[in-house]
């Protein structure tokens, strides 16, 4: 199954997003693994400065959607492009802060229906990249090992 889908979200300050879902086989996992690896991104196209919480909870309640009628694990990579950062905010990279975020968004009035599991990597360069993979409950077991086989590669 190849999945391409993207949405496109305005906010009330005027930014445009895309919410964007694709096929993702950048990683070898073993044959346990029977759920489909989705990569999603979220691009900015028009940008204003900072959001308020409502498109931030915009973007959960499409990715929730798009899990309910999909049951596939879902991975993000937070970029290190610049984002507003409030003052509060201004000693986390780009990358933290968005992997802050997707915490804080998607965990927020969560229940027990989702799972958002965040990886922090260290490079060689002592670099910190930041993943999220999101996906059912019951995906659990898929969801840690997907998770160690990240790990293994940050080896």
């Known amino acids: 199954m190849s999945i391409n889908k993207s949405i496109t979200i305005n906010s009330v300050e005027g930014h445009k997003y895309v919410l964007g879902f694709s096929s993702f086989d950048s990683i070898q996992l073993p044959d346990t693994i029977t759920k489909e690896i989705i990569e999603v991104v979220i691009a900015i196209e028009d940008y204003k400065g ?12 499409h990715i929730k959607s798009f899990l309910v009628k999909n049951d596939v694990i879902l991975y993000s990579y937070c970029d290190n492009k610049h984002i507003e950062r409030g003052e509060r905010h201004q000693h986390l990279t780009p990358q933290e802060y968005r992997s802050l975020l997707f915490k804080t968004m998607f965990n927020k009035d969560n229940g027990k229906e989702f799972i958002n599991k965040p990886i922090e990597l260290t490079d ?6 930041y ?21 293994k590669l940050n080896k």
Do not use: D
């Open 50 to 61: 900072i959001n308020n919480a409502k498109t931030l909870f915009t973007f959960t309640t």
């Open 124 to 129: 060689v360069n002592n670099e910190k990249h």
């Open 131 to 151: 993943i999220h993979l999101f996906a059912r409950a019951e995906s659990i077991k898929e969801i840690e090992i997907v998770c160690n086989e990240i790990y």
